[in-house]
């Protein structure tokens, strides 16, 4: 599942069954898992430090619960515990906060989205996903940054009901990762014992096949 050169972290869901947040990188990419041991019911989040040429990014993955009545969370207990995280990210100059925060983002007038573009505003933060993100035409998927120097892409690559959101960061370009290929030097090869080797290989494969008795019938057909 992860590419060659690639590597995961992960925050799994222990409240309920399934879900959590996992973060695909670079292995040349130094990233430290940092311990928010806050727990909230409302929203899940993984924070991690990427090291940029100069310091570090802060960078948060955020899954916002969708407030249903089977999971009883309400629209209070989020608007109550995400401006006390966010709290706790005052001192981080560079942060990124990033993930599905499961609202309808494009409605402008709606009292939850009124909400969080003022605790927003409260912790010097910036959205910057500008159209939607989500097939049936809403902006669930948000980016919070501090500075607005970003350029941002959102494409619809057809491998989710949610579009892909990328977007360039300032980090040092880290070094390749290194693969062992062997191959064969065509020029080099002796045909007549290749022949021979696959010959070879072949009679032991029927061998295994058809076994000591119906190969030595097959030979005399």
Known sequence: MVPIGYTFISAPRTTREGGGIALFYKTAIKIVKEDKS???DS???LTVKIKTSKSYLTCVCVYRLHPKKKH???WDQFFNDFPMFLESLNKEKELLITGDFNLHFETDNAPY???LKTALEEHNLHQLVYKATYRKSHMLDLLLVRELQHDLCIEDKC????????FLLKLSVPPGVKQKVKSRHLKSIDMDIFTSDIDTSLTQIECMTYGPQRQHERHFR
Do not use: P
């Open 38 to 40: 806050r727990h909230s």
């Open 43 to 45: 929203f899940e989040q």
């Open 72 to 74: 009883g969370i309400t």
């Open 113 to 115: 989205v009124q909400r």
């Open 159 to 166: 491998i989710s009901d949610h579009f892909v959101v990328s």
